[in-house]
């Protein structure tokens, strides 16, 4: 089952989605949603992009499951859309560990209200705080009798983890990511982000081993990153495309560029074990690259934007639609690969 993020992104009225549902429809891929409430649910269903391909809802950031608000909430959007989308998604909380028995009790409290709806989506739970990732594996262990909780492994935000972790035992403590804004330094700790960047991987592979242990379904937002990425207009320094490289102001090895944590190897290897510890059936995988500058003439979609005087935003979401779209062709033929 593959997914990608279907949103705006960037200013404009819902002709921006209306290219979305067609973009998407064209390459067949299914639509991860952000909504907060059963109103803005519905109102991205209508513009889905099929009825046949499968819908993720992610729902919204600040949602605990240790808060009684949040679980009805959560209750009440699997209500809303049951039979109609595959699953939901939640972040996790640095107190999953630290309270750990807290969230085991909430996540069974959950999963019995979840039971008692038809069809019900599934609940995936998103490495998305910087947990220790055996920890993180450990808690779904502990829930591994649930049937519709689960988890969702953020590959990029278990990479740059690593990768910090990693940099960090190098070098004192210091914090990779940091590096960006003292750029002069760069080229003297250019090796050891190297070192750094290249454990991101095998931790992602890891994990993925520990989670297919547990016999459940396990959702996976798929994008790469650099501890050194400042493309990112929200301040992150993943969810970039596999396709790129990091671009550098100096030679390294006789370039001017080195490769991001994946790659698209990388996604290849990743989307490997994830159907031969997960299953096929049971392993799910959204594509969550972000929006970066460019712009793409917009074609067969020119007429949903007759409205419009200056194109350019248009033309930028169909840059971004096409990025989405290249990585979506290296994801089937990851899948394929594994066939």
């Given at each position: 089952m593959t997914l990608g993020l279907f949103e705006k992104r960037i200013e404009g009225d819902d002709a921006l989605l209306e290219l979305a549902r067609l973009r998407f429809k064209q390459a067949r891929m299914g639509a991860e949603m952000h909504a907060a409430t059963p109103q803005q649910l519905e109102h991205l269903m209508r513009i889905r992009p099929a009825a046949d391909l499968p819908v993720v809802v992610h729902l919204p950031r600040h949602f605990n499951l240790l808060n009684d608000d949040h679980r009805k909430q959560i209750a009440d959007m699997a209500s809303v859309s049951a039979g109609r989308i595959y699953g939901m998604v939640i972040h996790d909380h640095q107190d999953l560990i630290s309270?750990?028995?807290?969230?085991?009790?909430?996540?069974?409290?959950?999963?019995?209200?979840?039971?008692?709806?038809?069809?019900c989506p599934l609940l995936f739970v998103e490495y998305a705080s910087g947990l220790e990732p055996r920890m993180f594996a450990r808690f779904f262990e502990a829930i591994r009798d649930l049937a519709y909780v689960s988890a969702c492994v953020d590959v990029g935000h278990v990479g740059i983890k690593q990768a910090r972790n990693t940099f960090a035992n190098m070098h004192r403590g210091e914090d990779i990511c940091a590096l960006k804004g003292e750029p002069s330094r760069i080229p003297d700790m250019i090796v050891s982000v190297e070192t750094a960047v290249g454990s991101a991987l095998p931790t992602v592979l890891d994990l993925t081993d520990a989670l297919g242990k547990i016999e459940k379904p396990v959702h996976f937002h798929l994008h790469d990153g650099h501890p050194l990425s400042n493309f990112s207009p929200y301040g992150v320094?993943?969810?970039?495309?596999?396709?790129?490289?990091m671009p550098l102001n100096f030679d390294y090895r006789g370039r001017r560029s080195v490769?991001?944590?994946?790659?698209?190897?990388?996604?290849?290897?990743?989307?490997?074990?994830?159907?031969?510890?997960?299953?096929?059936e049971r392993v799910s995988f959204t594509l969550e690259i972000h929006p970066l500058p460019g712009h793409l003439s917009l074609g067969d979609a020119a007429p949903l934007f007759k409205h419009w005087v200056d194109k350019t935003n248009a033309e930028w979401m169909n840059h971004w639609l096409a990025v989405l779209r290249e990585n979506h062709v290296a994801l089937l033929e990851a899948l394929i690969l594994k066939a």
């Open positions: 309270r750990s028995d807290e969230f085991v009790q909430a996540a069974g409290a959950i999963d019995r209200e979840l039971a008692q709806i038809r069809a320094s993943d969810h970039l495309s596999f396709l790129m490289e490769p991001l944590m994946f790659g698209r190897a990388g996604l290849h290897q990743i989307v490997k074990k994830g159907v031969q510890t997960i299953g096929r």
